[in-house]
């Protein structure tokens, strides 16, 4: 599809004009500035860099020399650095304020760990150097593994998977391996609960398993008599979010341990939630056989958005001899990496991975578990739930909790505070943004309706935390006043762009920038498809 990149569409970001208060002539917005695509900005001839004339050589491309030019822009130095820096300051992130998402963890990452990973000797290193050369990389690897042993209370971990759905995928392989060891291949259903994260049923899947749901209780936990009704020689797993995607701890977790070990399968936990309960509970001492752990949530590495990251896995005694290879051990001649072909012990089902792991995530991770400690980590834990707490008493007054009691470290609201206001949950979370807030999650999860899903993490302040909730106060206040409807239906306003059709957006995306026919040197009418 070709679509003109008119601005009264909206993708360019115009007010409209509706909304005289805020339009300017040139599209900026104070300090804002309207920024064009890169190769709308370009001009035939411009150049930010003088490059020497390359060396005459015999061409060796045959017939698929390029034949004309490649229509990059043509932008000075200052275009392009004044481009990059407009373009990130449109970029919203856990440094500029508080990031309520829930189930997502965007918390501080203290700049200690960002310079320890920097260091010499940790940040120039090359997977393929050398055993000899990274000993003391090995150790640290080695070191994070025994903390994460330690924490979790399970006898093994795998380091190498690369995300926390990667990890989520080593520990079902590993199920899937010391299934078929004894003889119970056969064994290809998962149960997962409602309120589990969405990559579960998807992981399983992947593999290859039937996935059978288990619904929920009208307190938002697993449903007990449902699990047991559901196990049978044809379950293989269990795929269990604790505490789950409501926020809340599973109370029957042992119940649930014992019931699916006597029907002869495993118990897979997802580790996302970790940070609630790190420091506090050992995942070990709940029944559970393996459990991924996302880094970047609980011991505060950057969040992946697409990696490097880093999702490692604690297994059970019962799952421990199916880990991936490579794994680090220490023998007379120092640190070495267990490759493949070289393990003699148990039955791995090989490599997840090319290399072991992302050096820069475990360092990032150990320098902040050793600069907390044990009783650190436990009061991060702490501060995570008690700042959910203090945003859900806060925010009921006006939003409604999807269900009564407390909660674990992210609070959850269900839309029946907007009834008959006409303003959606969607038209509530784009409001957020012109008061400056990144929008919790929404619609998620799916066993409440209309959800959304705050989490407020242990690394805001009081009066951060404050300020966001008087925030969302007043909006709840103005949505049910009704007088106010059209401006969250139009929201947000104040955004260097506005609100999208999101259905023409997912259906049709304009995914790639075409130059029209223009003349060279032309002023910029460009199209996109």
């Excluded at 009208?218 to 008599?225: L, P």
């Excluded at 794994?327 to 490599?351: H, K």
């Excluded at 997840?352 to 150990?366: D, N």
């Excluded at 009834?419 to 929008?439: N, Q």
């Amino acid at each position: 599809m070709v679509q003109s990149l008119d601005r009264s569409q909206g993708r360019a970001g115009a007010m409209p004009s509706s909304a005289p208060a805020t339009a300017t002539y040139t599209g900026n917005r104070a300090l804002q500035l309207e920024e064009k695509l890169i190769f709308e900005m370009g001009q035939a001839g411009r150049c930010g860099v003088d490059l020497p004339e390359p060396p005459k050589v015999a061409d060796r491309l045959g017939g698929l020399r390029r034949k004309g030019a490649i229509g990059l822009p043509g932008l000075s130095e200052p275009q392009v650095v004044q481009h990059y820096t407009r373009l990130s300051q449109k970029n919203y992130a856990i440094d500029m304020g508080v990031y309520p998402l829930g189930s997502c963890t965007m918390k501080h990452n203290p700049r200690l760990n960002e310079k320890i990973a920097r260091l010499p000797g940790i940040g120039d290193i090359h997977p393929l150097q050398p055993m000899s050369t990274v000993q003391g990389a090995l150790a640290l690897i080695d070191e994070l593994a025994r903390w994460l042993k330690t924490l979790t209370g399970m006898p093994a971990v795998a380091m190498s998977p690369a995300a926390g759905a990667h990890g989520e995928m080593c520990g079902m392989m590993a199920i899937a391996a010391a299934l078929a060891a004894r003889g119970e291949a056969h064994r290809k259903t998962v149960l997962v609960p409602e309120s589990a994260h969405g990559t579960n049923p998807a992981t399983a899947a992947a593999l290859g398993f039937a996935v059978k749901p288990i619904p929920a209780t009208g307190d938002g936990r697993v449903d007990v008599a449902a699990l047991k009704a559901a196990l049978g020689p044809d379950v293989a797993a269990i795929m269990l979010t604790n505490p789950n995607t409501c926020g809340l701890f599973e109370r029957d977790i042992r119940v649930v341990a014992d019931a699916v070990h006597a029907a002869g399968a495993y118990f897979y936990c997802d580790g996302a939630n970790y940070n609630a309960i790190v420091g506090r509970v050992r995942p070990g001492d709940l029944g559970i056989d393996c459990m991924h752990i996302n880094l970047h949530k609980t011991f505060s590495t950057p969040h992946g958005g697409g990696g490097p990251g880093s999702g490692p896995v604690v297994l059970s005694e019962r799952l421990a001899a199916y880990a991936p290879r490579p794994w680090v051990v220490r023998d007379a001649a120092g640190w070495r990496l267990v490759e493949e072909g070289d393990a003699t012990d148990g039955a791995p089902f090989g490599r997840l991975k090319a290399f072991h792991g992302q050096m820069g995530m475990f360092t990032r991770a150990l320098a902040y578990i050793m600069s907390h400690g044990a009783d650190g980590l436990r009061q991060v834990a702490e501060d995570a739930v008690l700042n959910a707490n203090y945003v859900m008493a806060r925010l009921r007054t006006e939003m409604t909790p999807a269900f009564e009691g407390p909660c674990m470290h992210e609070c959850l609201f269900d839309d029946s505070f907007l009834k008959d206001s006409g303003v959606s949950t969607l038209d509530f979370a784009k409001a957020m943004i012109d008061e400056g807030y990144h929008p919790m999650t929404m619609y998620f999860p799916l066993v409440v309706h209309g959800a959304l899903l705050i989490e407020p993490t242990e690394t805001q302040s009081k009066e951060e935390i404050d300020l966001f909730c008087d925030a969302l106060l007043d909006l709840a206040r103005r949505a049910k006043a009704g007088d106010s409807v059209e401006a969250f239906k139009a929201a947000p306003l104040h955004a260097p762009r506005r609100r999208l059709d999101e259905t023409l957006a997912a259906r049709k995306p304009i995914l790639r920038w075409k130059p029209t026919n223009a003349a060279p040197g032309a002023p910029a009418r460009q199209a996109a498809e």
